[in-house]
Antibody, heavy 113, light 107 residues
């Protein structure tokens, strides 16, 4: 059974860097990819990017300059790192597996000055 | 980027009603369209994948249809547990894009 869980800092200051971890079970990160998706309060869902089973990545061009997705396959963890945070980066951050079937519960991140 | 226009944004209906939710893509997405249900505080749940394929474990009252740019989710007979927010996702091309969501409430 696929399970995914996001963990993050909760509160981040503006201009700082966000780091969120997605810990997965039930599949291998070397065989399947992981997406990152976010949802700002009262807004729609925004796809951020994916890291594939071979380690390659695709990013949303709107975020590409600030975003990095990486992984530690030995720990079954995927990492989202985003710099130069602003208040409009406040959102629930989700990870989801390749086919966007299974999602984590999401982690709320508030960016505040 | 492909824009997904979802309608209606809000829907009020009664148990037993048949409801439809629509997503219109700004270009052909070749049936690469999924539907999700989300309840407050929970992870999204995939209902339908690739337009009309029912996810395992999802009741048959949910169905999907469409082609080209126009897609529909139908719930044939609403049950109390169906009152939630629904959204579509196109995965034809990057960036993946979502509909804005439909909040389905009890009348």
């Amino acid at each position: 059974q696929v399970q995914m869980k996001e963990t993050g800092p909760g509160l981040v200051q503006t201009t700082q860097t966000l780091s969120v971890t997605c810990t997965v079970s039930g599949f291998s990160l070397t065989s399947y990819g992981v997406h990152w998706v976010r949802q700002a309060p009262g807004k729609g869902l925004e796809w951020m990017g994916i890291i594939w089973g071979d380690g390659s990545t695709n990013y949303n061009s709107a975020l590409k300059s600030r975003l990095s997705i990486s992984r530690d396959t030995s720990k079954s963890q995927v990492f989202l790192t985003m710099n130069s945070l602003q208040t409009d980066d406040t959102a629930v951050y989700y990870c989801a597996e390749t086919m966007v079937t299974d999602w984590g519960q999401g982690v709320m991140v508030t960016v505040s000055s | 980027d492909i824009q997904m226009t979802q309608s209606p944004s809000f829907l009020s209906a009664s148990v037993g009603d048949r409801v439809t939710i629509n997503c219109k893509a700004s270009q052909n997405i070749n049936k690469y369209l999924n539907w999700y249900q989300q309840k407050l505080g929970e992870a999204p749940k995939r209902l339908i994948y690739n337009t009309n394929n029912l996810q395992t474990g999802i009741p048959s009252r949910f169905s999907g249809s469409g082609s080209g740019t126009d897609y529909t989710l139908t719930i044939s007979s609403l049950q109390p547990e169906d009152f939630a927010t629904y959204f579509c996702l196109q995965h034809n091309s990057f960036p993946l894009t979502f509909g804005s969501g439909t909040k389905l409430e009890i009348k």
